[in-house]
């Protein structure tokens, strides 16, 4: 298992921007696929983002494309989602979650690790 704490979320009006992060720690960094969620109040959790472990492949759901960014640091065990151009339907708990395997994972089911999450709320 490995362990996740997110940073970085807070209240910023609509058009703003927010960097979250994702430290990890008790397994090998660079082994790891890492993804971000989000889930609001009575909603489903919601794919945001993932990126291989590597960093050099990233994908989005269409909501956030071009707007959000994904990387990561394997130096600093650490992977971030910068996030521009919010809008109040973006508000969420951010998470971040992470799974052993190749590529890229979409689906929450496929990861293992989660942290418990960072709170966005973007006002209009």
């Known amino acids: 298992q490995v362990q996740l704490v997110e940073s970085g979320g807070g209240l910023v009006q609509a058009g703003g921007s927010l960097r979250l992060s994702c430290a990890a720690s008790g397994r090998a960094f660079s082994t790891l696929v890492m993804g971000w969620f989000r889930q609001a109040p009575g909603e489903e959790r919601e794919f945001v983002a993932a990126?291989?472990?590597?960093?050099?492949?990233?994908y989005y759901a269409d909501s956030v494309k071009g707007r959000f960014t994904v990387s990561r640091d394997n130096a600093k065990n650490t992977v971030y989602l910068q996030m521009n151009s919010l809008k109040p339907e973006d508000t969420a708990v951010y998470l971040c979650?992470?799974?052993?395997?190749?590529?890229?994972?979409?689906?929450?089911?496929?990861?293992?690790?989660w942290g418990q999450g960072t709170q966005v709320t973007v006002s209009s």
């Open positions: 990126i291989n472990k590597s960093g050099s492949t990233t």
């Open positions: 979650a992470a799974t052993n395997g190749y590529g890229i994972r979409t689906l929450h089911r496929e990861y293992d690790s």
